[in-house]
Antibody, heavy 119, light 108 residues
Framework: QVHLVESGGGVVQPGRSLRLSCAASGFIFSSYTMHWVRQPPGKGLEWVAL????????TIADSVKGRFTISRDNSKNTLFLQMNSLRPEDTAVYYC????????????WGQGTLVTVSS | EIVLTQSPGTLSLSPGERATLSCGASQSVSDKYLAWYQQRPGLAPRLLIYDASSRAIGIPDRFSGSGSGTDFTFTISRLEPEDFAVYYCQQYASSPITFGQGTRLEIK
């Protein structure tokens, strides 16, 4: 079955960088658009970024534009989120999620990885 | 950007009762690209409903959705203990994808 496993979270100082990974299995990774969604502690969900199946199209939320970059390595079935110039307000659980395609939205999610931005 | 507003913020009900949650959009959600997710504490969101009224694979038929345009409704016909969680609506008709702020369904 579909399995998504995020890694790379941790505690980082403001202004520093962090790279998140999402390892995918159980489906043909290169056929699906993928997303990152985040959730600050005790708050709601915020969409962050998406990347098309072949990596040619990327869209980033305005709140992180210019600081975060989404990418993927289809040969390794892995999705990435490069986060630069981190701010305390970026503190959240970061989820990767598969876009189901067609009429389907985000149909499978990873368990999330916590990023804490604090001095 | 389409802003989604969910109501109520918190709903207190007992097992066996019917739950009705609302999601209002700031502009029309085309093609009914409106989804509902359940999130239990400490877990990732789970897709329940897509296309406003279609149940995702494996979702029990006590969960249903309806609506179009700017007004959508999510219903749990008869609450089970495991249904007490937070529910989010999401639109995926236009970029950026947006979520409602959530409705917390708690045991009365």
């Amino acid at each position: 079955q579909v399995h998504l496993v995020e890694s790379g979270g941790g505690v980082v100082q403001p202004g520093r960088s962090l790279r998140l990974s999402c390892a995918a299995s159980g489906f043909i990774f290169s056929s699906y658009t993928m997303h990152w969604v985040r959730q600050p502690p005790g708050k709601g969900l915020e969409w962050v970024a998406l990347i098309s199946d072949d990596g040619s199209q990327k869209t980033i939320a305005d709140s992180v534009k210019g600081r975060f970059t989404i990418s993927r390595d289809n040969s390794k079935n892995t999705l990435f989120l490069q986060m630069n110039s981190l701010r305390p307000e970026d503190t959240a659980v970061y989820y990767c999620a598969r876009d189901g395609g067609g009429d389907l939205p985000l149909d499978n999610w990873g368990q999330g990885t916590l990023v804490t931005v604090s001095s | 950007e389409i802003v989604l507003t969910q109501s109520p913020g918190t709903l207190s009900l007992s097992p066996g009762e019917r739950a009705t949650l609302s999601c209002g959009a700031s502009q029309s959600v085309s093609d009914k690209y409106l989804a509902w997710y359940q999130q239990r504490p400490g877990l990732a969101p789970r897709l329940l409903i897509y296309d406003a009224s279609s149940r995702a694979i494996g979702i029990p038929d006590r969960f249903s959705g309806s609506g179009s345009g700017t007004d959508f409704t999510f219903t749990i016909s008869r609450l089970e203990p495991e249904d007490f969680a937070v529910y989010y609506c999401q639109q995926y008709a236009s970029s950026p994808i947006t979520f409602g702020q959530g409705t917390r369904l708690e045991i009365k």
